[in-house]
């Protein structure tokens, strides 16, 4: 069989890259280079928005975001908090890991939650302090494979 690739190192945080992590502040400047001398492309203004990190620089990340924009940011202003975005259209918070589970709350497209597990297909986050489970298709916030604790 085929080898498992190595997944990448940062060379600053030899974290994984890509990864996950998630906005600090409701106003971040994402930047078209990595140094306050290039220019700010765009401002987020959501705390919490999950966000990929695939690259970094000295103190800069460069993040890409849902809708596959990207640009550099500070550190700083990054969480390894990890959080969701429901994309796509509403979606059932389930009771369970099942796709008859009954439903928790529904969930609309550009909410944001906490991401607290992943296992197989099911991911279980908090959504407007509503606890429940959701497939990973769902939302943008956690790889195919990827084990989350």
């Known amino acids: 069989g085929a080898l498992a690739q190595e997944p990448q190192k940062g060379p600053v945080s030899n974290l994984p890259i890509p990864r996950y992590v998630s906005l600090k502040s409701d106003r971040v400047n994402v930047r078209e280079g990595p140094s306050k001398e290039h220019p700010t492309v765009w401002i987020y203004e959501r705390a919490g928005l999950p966000v990929e990190i695939t690259a970094e620089f000295e103190t800069w990340r460069k993040i890409r975001d849902s ?21 796509g259209e509403t979606r059932k918070l389930r009771s369970d890991r099942k796709d008859d589970a009954p439903a928790v709350a529904m969930v609309e497209p550009g909410l944001v939650g906490r991401l607290m597990e992943c296992r197989d297909v099911w991911c279980r986050a908090e959504i407007g302090g509503y606890k429940g489970w959701l497939k990973r298709t769902e939302f943008f916030g956690a790889y195919p494979d990827e084990v989350v604790k």
């Open 67 to 87: 809708e596959g924009s990207e640009g550099w940011v500070q550190s700083s202003f990054l969480t390894g908090r990890r959080t969701l975005l429901i994309t």
